[in-house]
């Protein structure tokens, strides 16, 4: 197995790591209700997806 020849320091390390982080998730808003949601999931709030109904909510106005 191969092994380093030096030690890698720590800035240099941290300096490759800096793309790896969380993003922000995508919100879009429901053309039904208005409320945020996820791209691509169902509204909570009133259970349309992408201008149908998909799922029954108990929670209709």
């Given at each position: 197995m191969a092994h380093p020849k030096r030690k890698i320091s720590k800035q240099r390390r941290?300096?490759?790591?800096?793309?790896?982080?969380?993003?922000?998730?995508?919100?879009?808003?429901?053309?039904?209700?208005?409320?945020?949601?996820?791209y691509h999931r169902v509204c909570p709030e009133c259970g349309f997806y992408r201008?149908?109904?998909?799922?029954?909510s108990e929670n209709v106005l």
């Open positions: 941290d300096k490759r790591r800096t793309h790896i982080k969380a993003t922000t998730q995508q919100l879009a808003t429901c053309s039904n209700c208005g409320a945020t949601v996820k201008g149908k109904l998909a799922i029954e």
